[in-house]
């Protein structure tokens, strides 16, 4: 079969790095970049350590608003479409780029593929959830990550079509840290080009999403907590929010969180893995610290991955210092025996239903 797979984002990168791999042991896959991130620290640098092929198509489609970005998506991806005419579209997760591509692959009556299927909110105020719950209802199989996505498929009558085969990043996550190439480093160059030994003991921090930096009062009460631990914090800084996070490190006087350029995914795993906490807003690096078995809070209304909130091990928390600085304090207990995103080998199970349903 002819695979055309959409992806646009970081996280989207990751999955394909691991999915691919599989998929064209026995298929044809055209790859398409939309350029949703654009950034070489954001894009290039994950196709070249995580060994992705080479884009067939980098469409260059970033910036603007939601409305702007996806419908010059829309009309691009469809002109892919029409010059590969493939079996089925694959998408991932829930960016502009998975909602155009699937708006796209239905209006062909092309059969579309997503997986991460089935998560949920239960609020439209989040773009992403518009994104997931449209190419859900178009999608002709889901591929669901974990058990509360499939309880979420049934409620909304897609389960005939649904199937749960564990989570891609886990593959990902297994595949490279067990290759030997995402160690701990001994030493960490910062924002600013300087070079400083790694400390023992650290917390890891992102903090991207909207919600947290449109807002530079919610962005510095994240900032306050951390600058109150007794240890060093590293926050590699996504590039639109760069000018906004140097201002404040120089209002605050900010010794202890240290600024970081945006790290590829091998450097990022390493710094989550030998963590002593993680703080994110990323539904990506939360699910990193469950699997590496490190405490993480997350500074977001809403549990995006329940999965990891067994135990304690996740922890929800508002930009505000004090109730960070609470929720660091608690002490999660990780249930090794069981992991509820799967055995590694999501994708050869997302290949092989395929296979028997294409």
Same mark, same amino acid.
């Given at each position: 079969?002819?695979?055309?797979?959409?992806?646009?984002?970081?996280?989207?990168?990751?999955?394909? =790095? $691991?999915?691919? @791999?599989?998929?064209?042991?026995? +298929?044809? %896959?055209?790859?398409?970049?939309?350029?949703?991130?654009?950034? !070489?620290?954001?894009?290039?640098?994950?196709?070249?350590?995580?060994?992705?092929?080479?884009?067939?198509?980098?469409?260059?489609?970033?910036?603007?608003?939601?409305?702007?970005?996806?419908?010059?998506?829309?009309?691009?991806?469809?002109?892919?479409?029409?010059?590969?005419?493939?079996?089925?579209?694959?998408?991932?997760?829930?960016?502009?780029?998975?909602?155009?591509?699937?708006? =796209? $692959?239905?209006? @062909?009556?092309?059969?579309?593929? +997503?997986? %991460?299927?089935?998560?949920?909110?239960?609020?439209?105020?989040? !773009?992403?959830?518009?994104?997931?719950?449209?190419?859900?209802?178009?999608?002709?199989?889901?591929?669901?990550?974990?058990?509360?996505?499939?309880?979420?498929?049934?409620?909304?009558?897609?389960?005939?079509?649904?199937?749960?085969?564990?989570?891609?990043?886990?593959?990902?996550?297994?595949?490279?840290?067990?290759?030997?190439?995402?160690?701990?480093?001994?030493?960490?160059?910062?924002?600013?080009?300087?070079?400083?030994?790694?400390?023992?003991?650290?917390?890891?921090?992102?903090?991207?999403?909207?919600?947290?930096?449109?807002?530079?009062?919610?962005?510095?009460?994240?900032?306050?907590?951390?600058?109150?631990?007794?240890?060093?914090?590293?926050?590699?800084?996504?590039?639109?929010?760069?000018?906004?996070?140097?201002?404040?490190?120089?209002?605050?006087?900010?010794?202890?969180?240290?600024?970081?350029?945006?790290?590829?995914?091998?450097?990022?795993?390493?710094?989550?893995?030998?963590?002593?906490?993680?703080?994110?807003?990323?539904?990506?690096?939360?699910?990193?610290?469950?699997?590496?078995?490190?405490?993480?809070?997350?500074?977001?209304?809403?549990?995006?991955?329940?999965?990891?909130?067994?135990?304690?091990?996740?922890?929800?928390?508002?930009?505000?210092?004090?109730?960070?600085?609470?929720?660091?304090?608690?002490?999660?207990?990780?249930?090794?025996?069981?992991?509820?995103?799967?055995?590694?080998?999501?994708?050869?199970?997302?290949?092989?239903?395929?296979?028997?349903?294409?």
């Amino acid at each position: 079969m002819k695979i055309v797979t959409v992806v646009g984002a970081r996280p989207q990168f990751i999955k394909a =790095a $691991a999915m691919s @791999r599989v998929l064209r042991r026995g +298929h044809t %896959e055209i790859l398409v970049h939309t350029g949703q991130h654009y950034d !070489p620290m954001m894009s290039d640098v994950f196709f070249q350590e995580l060994s992705i092929p080479k884009p067939d198509y980098n469409l260059g489609i970033a910036g603007g608003t939601h409305a702007e970005m996806t419908a010059r998506m829309l009309t691009a991806v469809d002109e892919v479409l029409v010059r590969e005419t493939p079996d089925a579209v694959l998408v991932y997760g829930d960016t502009n780029s998975t909602l155009a591509a699937a708006l =796209a $692959a239905v209006k @062909r009556h092309i059969p579309i593929l +997503h997986v %991460e299927a089935g998560n949920r909110l239960h609020t439209l105020l989040n !773009p992403e959830e518009v994104n997931r719950v449209l190419t859900d209802h178009m999608a002709s199989m889901l591929f669901a990550c974990v058990p509360s996505a499939m309880d979420e498929l049934r409620k909304e009558n897609l389960i005939d079509h649904a199937w749960l085969v564990g989570d891609p990043m886990f593959d990902a996550f297994q595949f490279y840290r067990g290759s030997g190439k995402a160690e701990k480093p001994t030493e960490i160059i910062t924002l600013d080009g300087e070079t400083e030994p790694m400390p023992d003991r650290y917390c890891y921090l992102t903090c991207h999403r909207e919600e947290n930096t449109k807002d530079e009062q919610s962005l510095w009460q994240v900032l306050k907590a951390m600058e109150q631990l007794d240890m060093n914090t590293y926050y590699p800084v996504h590039p639109r929010n760069r000018e906004t996070v140097i201002r404040l490190r120089e209002q605050m006087k900010l010794q202890k969180v240290k600024l970081l350029p945006p790290l590829g995914y091998l450097q990022s795993i390493a710094m989550v893995s030998h963590a002593e906490q993680v703080v994110t807003d990323s539904g990506g690096v939360q699910r990193e610290a469950y699997f590496a078995q490190v405490p993480c809070v997350t500074i977001f209304d809403y549990a995006a991955w329940p999965e990891t909130m067994r135990g304690g091990c996740n922890r929800l928390a508002r930009p505000d210092t004090q109730d960070i600085a609470d929720k660091l304090m608690e002490r999660p207990v990780f249930d090794q025996a069981d992991n509820p995103f799967g055995d590694g080998h999501a994708c050869e199970k997302i290949v092989g239903i395929m296979d028997r349903e294409l």
